[in-house]
């Protein structure tokens, strides 16, 4: 089990979804999971982030309930969110 949960709102973030999770990637510390909550995206950012795979935990709701899935997907001890503006 991961120690941290990175959650990544997400929301019509497709310009900058590779630069955000790429950056989790590469840090060294691993024992991470990151979990992207999409709240409704109409833009490109599902494909993008199908590319990501198994590599993050991928939630969809509708748009506007932003902030109400991002803590209760994660069961862990410490929860980061990650915000890609």
Do not use: H, W
């Not at 999971?33 to 795979?53: F, H, K, N, Q």
């Not at 935990?57 to 915000?83: D, H, M, W, Y």
């Amino acid at each position: 089990m991961p120690m941290i949960s990175v959650v990544m709102p997400i929301y019509n973030g497709a310009s900058y979804l590779n630069e955000a999770l790429d950056s989790v990637f590469s840090q060294t510390f691993t024992d991470y999971e990151v979990i992207c909550v999409d709240d409704g995206s109409t833009d490109d950012s599902l494909p993008l982030l199908a590319r990501y795979g198994n590599a993050i935990k991928l939630f969809r709701q509708p748009n506007g309930a932003k902030g109400r899935l991002e803590i209760s997907v994660s069961k862990k001890r410490q929860v980061n969110t990650l915000r890609s503006l």
